[in-house]
């Protein structure tokens, strides 16, 4: 997983520290030593993540993190402010001023990368968002004026707690109560999933351990979920415990409080963490709700040609912006003539629909699933080389061999299997989109022609 990364401090030593950290994990680093240059940067080069010091000449850490995420163009990117300060008022000005989280010098070198990929992953998923609804404007759908503006009403929260203890439990409730619509307290981890997964939540504050299980196995099963896949969690840990907080942000954790709970911080975090949730949902709304019926198409609900078209041109741009890998699957149902004149036309778009589902239930939301014509689907992977392709699309196919498909008739079963061509992105293909597509369609070919039901690539 790369990601660019702004490293603002105005002390030379502090910048080269963490600079030689972040190069080492791979990742690119752009530097600024003031407020001012900070600003200017991230307007220009548009990084996924911010480093921010507190305790700059000129322009403080507060005054730039606030000016970022009231801005637009710069709102939706991560900002870890890394200070020395301990106060917690310190902190909570900081997460009011926007920022995702706080980082005490001396940095923990585990904490700063579980941080970094944790924020990474949320960054690529707000990308794509904002990716796809520049693609709505640009085949005619209505850009959305008021994203920014739905994030920050939050009064009407729904919030789920979590927590064996009852004090703790009891204190969160007071504290949130006044500022939020509904708050639910559940002891029992196993019905706070299946209550989580069933109604729709802003936020889920878990604490760390229960005496069944702990919090990071019922962290992990909300986000095996599509129903809470992208809900915040926020979790409640010992303030010695390091090293189950690194766990807790690589199995999908947002955020975390330290115990006993501070008040103001309790408050500031949960307030980030539900405006980001409603930045999310705002997002997608606006992607699915200006031009759904010009972008998808009318049977398997993806998208269809014409937004595939119109959106792989930017993909392809911004994959090459920011030097990045970006690989394309065809895949071709096999036999599906033979659906069609078997067990008619309503069982051959049947067949279609199911496999769209099955598609998309094994792919990821950064992905773009169209229908490319036919019996032909096509999907786009950001950030994915030939052999990451590879094991998605055979798991693809594996998935669509294993299990009869049910047509139009419940009585009525068929086994498919489908045949599949992966093209890496080149550097050239920015200038002719077209190329891209040709070379994975010349590999789908060649999987038809040695027997289908393979995966067939440039190193195959």
């Known amino acids: 997983m790369t990601a660019k990364i702004l490293v603002v401090d105005d002390v030379l030593s502090n910048v080269k520290l963490l600079e030689a950290r972040l190069k080492a994990e791979y990742y690119t680093v752009i530097v600024a030593h003031d407020g001012e240059e900070a600003i200017d940067l991230v307007a220009k080069q548009q990084p996924d993540i911010i480093l921010l010091d507190i305790m700059m000449p000129k322009m403080n850490g507060f005054q730039v993190c606030k000016e970022l995420k009231s801005d637009p163009l710069t709102t939706h990117i991560p900002i870890i402010m890394v200070t020395a300060l301990h106060d917690t008022h310190d902190r909570v000005q ?70 064996e203890d009852v004090f703790q439990a009891e204190q969160i409730y007071n504290v949130l109560k006044q500022r939020f619509r509904s708050i639910k307290i559940l002891s029992d981890p196993i019905e706070a999933l299946k209550v989580g997964i069933k109604d729709n939540y802003d936020l889920i504050i878990s ?49 975390y409080l330290t115990v006993p709970l501070d008040e103001g911080e309790l408050i500031a975090r949960v307030n980030s963490q539900v405006k980001r949730k409603r930045y999310q949902d705002a997002l997608r709304m606006n992607l699915f709700n200006n031009a759904e019926m010009s972008i998808k198409d009318p049977l398997t609900n993806c998208y269809n040609r014409r937004y595939f078209d119109a959106h792989l041109r930017n993909i392809v741009k911004d994959s090459v912006e920011k030097d990045r890998r970006l690989s394309l699957m065809i895949l071709d149902i096999d036999y599906f003539k033979m659906v069609n004149d078997n067990f008619g036309h309503s069982a051959g778009d049947e067949l279609l629909k199911q496999i769209q589902r099955r598609i998309s239930e094994n792919i990821r939301v950064t992905d773009l699933l169209a229908r490319f014509g036919g019996e032909e689907f096509v999907v786009v992977m950001p950030d994915t080389d030939t052999s990451d392709a590879y094991t998605i699309a055979e798991r693809i196919r594996k998935i669509i061999a294993k299990k009869p498909f049910i047509l139009a008739d419940k009585n009525t079963t068929h086994d498919v299997t489908v045949s599949i061509g992966i093209a890496e992105m080149q550097e050239s293909d920015l200038d002719n989109i077209k190329e891209f597509i040709v070379r994975a369609d010349k590999y789908l070919y060649k999987a038809k022609n040695s027997g289908r039901n393979r995966v067939v690539t440039g190193y195959s």
């Open 94 to 163: 900081g997460i009011n001023a926007g920022a995702d989280d706080f980082l005490t010098k001396p940095i923990n070198e585990t904490a700063l990368s579980a941080r970094i990929k944790s924020l990474t992953r949320l960054k690529m998923i707000i990308d794509e968002l904002r990716l796809r609804g520049e693609t709505n404007a640009e085949i005619g759908g209505v850009a959305g004026n008021s994203i920014m503006d739905y994030s920050n009403q939050i009064f009407d929260a729904n919030i789920l707690v979590v927590d």
């Open 207 to 255: 604490d760390m351990q229960f005496s069944k299980t702990d919090g990071l196995r019922l962290c992990s099963g909300f986000r095996s979920k599509v129903e809470t896949r992208y809900t915040p969690i926020l979790i409640l840990s010992e303030d010695y415990d390091k090293n189950n907080l690194v766990k807790a942000l690589d199995v999908g954790a947002n955020d």
